[in-house]
């Protein structure tokens, strides 16, 4: 665990790094953290702080709760395939959102916008872990999720198909796939309380999740309140998944490729997993948003579709090993 | 030193009353087999004592807090779940969860655990790529760490070679003599004859014997419990007991 | 019902619906696009348009709300367009082509107009819907009109030309090979848009804005209802440029449609840049 942190950390650190220095405008690298640091005359220090220091403290965010949230899910539902994003956390929080913007919620104030997509994410974790537990296997999760993320996606399009704005039709994209351009210091404001709230729910899950390892019972036997950490964990998921979602749109794979890649490096004990996976998280997203600027720097391209084209045939792969396993 | 009380304990599942008025207690030295035929209640016995099902009467495992009761016993499922691919030696060190792990204790009573069950040339080991014996014993090895007075093991004996079947019923052994307290439930009238201190024979939800194996592997119990003849004989090495024939 | 039979029946024998000959004023003629709509309600005599769309009564899209009013109303459905039986129907180019497909198939003349990128292109579209109606001397005086106040609007040739930008929701930026764009030059601007490379526009990431320091700034209107593509013009940056320079809310109304109406956003954005003058 030390070991992938070693290697993790100075990653991530790189990555932003080349976030902060990466971008549209034509800005000499040390120009730009001149800018940031020390300010100045001029839109280049506000470009600094208002545009290139959100996005990459958004993509640290976002990238560290969805590995983290991943890494949780998959240790209570013992489920490699349990996704934020796959089985619709994400979607419902997205909907969440998509309400308290369409009703003006969000508008009259702010807080509106995390909370209803946490308020999302809360009923979609509630409905999975009642409808797919520990004990209920991977189809169960899998067509459980199915039905989660069709219900929340066809009720985002009706609210937006229903706005008198003639941009929500256009905005299911961006909530389908998720996006850190032009984000603001206030986004990051917005969502950050929440996510610690999540991350220290999370974090305490732990020794519950390595107990669990061994099955329900043998976990109970070991003196985890299963009830308490079963709240912890649709509390804490909600959380980080709800507050990154509604400033970023649902961005998916993430939770699923991070956990997957990392857990033969911590010798697949779920408690080492949770922060490894939020620091793997955060440098893929770090990743995926660097090269949607430079892959197609003049197109607005979603972090979904990166995400996506990685995360994808891992996924296919994985459900190709788990047939393996059960045959 | 009484290790578990249980009083006129009752557990009824999905209106079928599985327990009924079970009243029991187990002492430290004890090697207690819960013998029984199948549906007899044996898993739901130890269960509902752990307080993992919802009971009538009286267990005193079950009304200590979690975390005391996870140092009072520690409990072997039936069923073999490894959800991780982790190591044999990380799957042992979960036993010292309700310690907190880490200490110095810890690390003795995973080498412990690892040398009594012969696991130590597997510690490094997948244990979801073991065969099934192997991931029993690595399974079993995790619950002697967790050092309890009181270890439960359903079916701990199951699938496992005979070398390692009589290995493990002398660990127990070894444990009762230690001064801890052993309930296993297992179904080699046999093995129990021979290692157990004490056996309880179950049947409908009921207690039918308690005592030693001699006083409850009689023909009379074993043809009204299980529907069986069996061979009883003293040898040099201790009793041999086999169940012989089906009774019409 | 029984039109409806009617049109069902026709729909599936592909009968022509009573063909006009061509070189007749066409006498019942229904507009199924916003700037048709515009330019037919500007040059048809009284009694030959029979229908506007929806969009056209629309405060948010319209120009010419008002004299929308005295139309009936259709919603560019083909069904709806061919039970009024008319002999022109005046679509877009890129807007409702299913109906367009179905209506050509019944037999019923449809005409497609472009969207107008400049102001040329203006007057083409108003000499065409001129010819399609038989109106051309009402077309020609129009044209004529449009000219002339375009000429007392264009910005004099080597005055200063402040840089301004165009920034609409989701970030959205129109260049100068467009009819905004033309307009914001007519009006005597530089675009900013253009500099940064985008000469038809689209999606401009906010810190080429902000890099850019335009000495103007023109954003689009609010439409009621939130959405999350018109939060960039809340960003900070955009804020605290819309704090330093001046700018001007365009409203969609007058830059839509390639009609003489833009020459109402030429004037407000003529005006803004008389009154920065002194502060040059």
Known sequence: MKKAFAVLLPLVALLALASLVIGPADIGPLAALKALVAGGDG??????REIRLPRMLLAILIGGSLGLAGAAMQGYLRNPLAEPGLIGISGSAALGAVIAIQTGLSAAFALALPLMAL???????????????????????????????????????????LSPSPYAAGEIVFWMMGSLADRSMVHVWLAAPFMAAGALLLARTGRGLDALTLGEDAAGAMGVHLTRLRLALVLGTACVVGAGTAVAGAIGFVGLVVPHLLRPVVGARPSALLWTSAAGGAALLLAADIAVRVVMPDRDLKLGVVTALVGAPLFLHLIWKTRGEQA | MTLLTLSDLSVTLRNRPVLDGITLSVSEGEFVGLIGPNGAGKTTLMRAALGLVPCAGHSSLAALSPAARAKQAAWMPQAREIAWPVSVETLVSLGRLPHGGGTEADAAA????????????LRARTATRLSGGEQARALIARALAQECPLLLADEPVAGLDPAHQIATMQVFARLAAEGRGVVTSLHDLGLAARHCTRLVLLAHGRILADGTPAEVLTPARMAEAFGVSIYHAETEDGPVFLPMGVLG | MRSARAFLAALCLGLPAAAQAQDAAPRRVVSINLCTDQLAMMLAAPGQLRSV???????RSSAMVDEAQAYDINHALAEEVWLMQPDLVLAGQYSSLAAVAMLRRLGVRVAQIAPANSLEEVRDHIAEVGTLLHREAEAEALTAQFDADLAALRAPAGGPHPRAALYYANGYTTGDQTLAGQILAAAGFANVAAEAGFPYGGPMPLELLAMAEPDALITSRAYPGGSRSEEILEHPVVERLRDAVPGAIMSDADWICGTPKVLGAMKKLTEMRERMRPAQ
């Open chain 1, 43 to 48: 839109p280049l220090p506000l470009v600094m």
């Open chain 1, 119 to 161: 308020a999302g994410a809360v009923g979609a974790v509630l409905l999975l872990v009642l409808l797919a537990g520990p004990r209920g296997g991977s189809l169960t999760l899998i067509l459980a999720g199915i039905a989660v993320s069709a219900m929340a996606s066809a009720l985002t399009s009706l609210v937006l198909n």
């Open chain 2, 110 to 121: 995973i080498e412990d655990a690892l040398a009594q069950m012969q696991l130590s040339p």
């Open chain 3, 53 to 59: 769309s929806m969009l056209a009564v629309d405060p």
